[in-house]
C-alpha cells in the first residue's frame, strides 16, 4: 500500500500541533484529499463522494452519493428503488442515497495525488489562519523585515507572514535592502485569485499619524489631535493640529522640546522629507492661511459653496506661495478640502502725470499799470 492510511491518521494530531491549525481543519483536509484519491482509484471523476478517516482506528469509509431511480443506467451514479430500501426503508423515486463502501488501500498514482492536494490544502490553511490574526491588526504600525526587493514591490517578512510593500506605498528615495529592519503601517488584507496577501505602507498618512502618536502621549489623552494630514511621502508633509484644553499649544505639543518629536518622526521617515505642523482653524480663511505656511498671505477671497479659494500674496511670496512644482499649494488643498487658486497682489497704481484737465489752476498776473490802479484804489478806500 502506497499510502498509509493508519500512520496517516496518528499524524493528522502532529501536523495539527506544528502547524498551529485547528485539529478538525487538518482531519477535513486529509478526508478531501482521500476523497480524490478514492474517485481515482475506485470511481468517477464526477461521483459525488464523502471520506470519513477514524483517528483512533485508522480506518476509512467512504460514501459514495447516488440517485434513486426506476431502472439503472449507471451504476456510478445511481441505484434502484429496491437497492435503496435496503439501506433506507421510505426511500422513494428522486432520493439521493450514500452508498457505504469500506477502504482498505489506495494505488500509488492515488496516493501521490492524496499527498500533492494534502500538503496544497495545509498550506493554504496556515496561510488562511495567520492572515485572519493579522485582519486585527489592520492600521497599526508594526515592526517588520525586508525579505526580497523586486522591481516594482519589496516583500516584507511580519514574523509568521509575508506582506508586499508596492511602489505606490513606498517611501520615495528611500532604499529597501534584504535584513533592513523597519516599521511598516499594515494597510489591508487583500484578495484575489492568487490568495490572501498582506499590504503594507510607509508612505500613507495614516503611518505618519502613528509615528507622532508615539512620540505625543498627549494625543492618548485627549489634549492634542491631529484633525489633518496630507503628506507626499519622502518630499512633504503638511499636519494640522489642535488642542482640546486651553492654554496648551498644539504646535509646540508635536515638536517638542528642542524639536526632539517632530525629529524622531523625520529619523523614521527620512530627512529628506519636510514636516509642516500647523495650527488648524475652524475658519476656513484663517485655516488655509495656516496651510500656507511658511508664506506670508495678504487676504483670502473664500466661495464656500465650491469649497474654492482665491490667496492673495505679496509679490515676493509667490514663489513660496506655490512650493516647488505647486508642491505647497497642492499639500495645503488636501489639507483644508478647498480648491486654492494663488494670485500676487496688485499693487497701488503709479501717479498718473498731471493733465490738462488735472492741473490745478493758477491766475495769470496781471498788466503792471492795473496793478497800480488797484493799488492806489485799496489806498484811497482805507483813507476814507
Do not use: C
Amino acid at each position: 500500500m502506497d499510502l498509509d492510511i493508519k500512520q496517516l491518521a496518528v499524524a493528522v494530531k502532529a501536523i495539527a500541533e506544528e502547524k498551529n491549525l485547528p485539529e478538525d481543519m487538518v482531519k477535513e483536509i486529509v478526508e478531501q484529499a482521500l476523497a480524490a484519491a478514492y474517485r481515482r482509484d475506485y470511481g468517477e471523476r464526477e461521483q459525488e463522494v464523502r471520506v470519513t478517516m477514524n483517528l483512533n482506528s485508522g480506518e476509512v469509509d467512504a460514501y459514495i452519493s447516488k440517485e434513486v431511480v426506476e431502472v439503472v443506467g449507471d451504476e456510478a451514479y445511481e441505484l434502484s428503488l429496491q437497492q435503496a430500501q435496503v439501506m433506507k426503508k421510505d426511500a422513494v423515486i428522486g432520493d439521493m442515497i450514500e452508498v457505504h463502501e469500506k477502504v482498505e488501500s489506495f494505488g500509488r498514482v492515488a496516493a501521490q495525488t492524496a499527498k500533492q492536494v494534502i500538503l496544497q490544502r495545509l498550506r493554504e490553511a496556515e496561510r488562511e489562519i495567520v492572515l485572519n490574526e493579522y485582519e486585527d491588526k489592520i492600521g497599526t504600525v508594526i515592526n517588520a523585515t525586508v525579505a526580497r526587493v523586486e522591481s516594482n514591490i519589496v516583500r516584507i517578512d511580519l514574523g509568521r507572514a509575508q506582506g508586499i510593500m508596492p511602489r505606490s506605498e513606498q517611501i520615495q528615495g528611500e532604499r529597501y535592502y534584504p535584513g533592513q529592519r523597519l516599521k511598516v503601517y499594515l494597510k489591508d488584507v487583500e484578495r484575489d485569485f492568487r490568495g490572501p496577501q498582506l499590504v503594507v505602507s510607509r508612505g500613507n498618512a495614516q503611518f505618519m499619524e502613528w509615528l507622532f502618536r508615539a512620540e505625543v502621549p498627549e494625543m492618548e489623552s485627549g489634549a492634542v489631535e491631529i484633525k489633518g494630514l496630507a503628506r507626499e511621502a519622502g518630499v512633504r508633509s503638511k499636519i494640522a493640529v489642535a488642542s482640546n484644553i486651553q492654554g496648551v499649544d498644539p504646535v509646540g505639543t508635536f515638536v517638542g522640546g528642542h524639536g526632539t518629536r517632530v525629529n524622531a518622526v523625520m529619523s523614521e521617515v527620512g530627512e529628506q522629507e519636510k514636516i509642516d505642523i500647523v495650527v488648524w482653524d475652524e475658519n476656513p480663511a484663517a485655516y488655509i492661511v495656516n496651510a500656507l505656511s511658511p508664506t506670508k498671505v495678504g487676504h483670502v477671497d473664500i466661495d464656500t459653496a465650491a469649497t474654492k479659494a482665491k490667496v492673495f500674496v505679496p509679490e515676493d511670496q509667490l514663489s513660496i506661495a506655490i512650493g516647488r512644482s505647486g508642491q505647497n499649494v497642492r499639500l495645503a488643498s488636501k489639507l483644508t478640502g478647498y480648491e486654492i487658486d494663488i494670485e500676487a497682489e496688485r499693487e497701488a497704481a503709479p501717479a498718473k502725470e498731471a493733465t490738462a484737465e488735472t492741473k490745478p489752476v493758477v491766475q495769470k498776473l496781471k498788466k503792471k499799470s492795473e496793478l497800480e490802479n488797484n493799488l492806489l484804489s485799496a489806498i484811497e478806500e482805507h483813507g476814507e
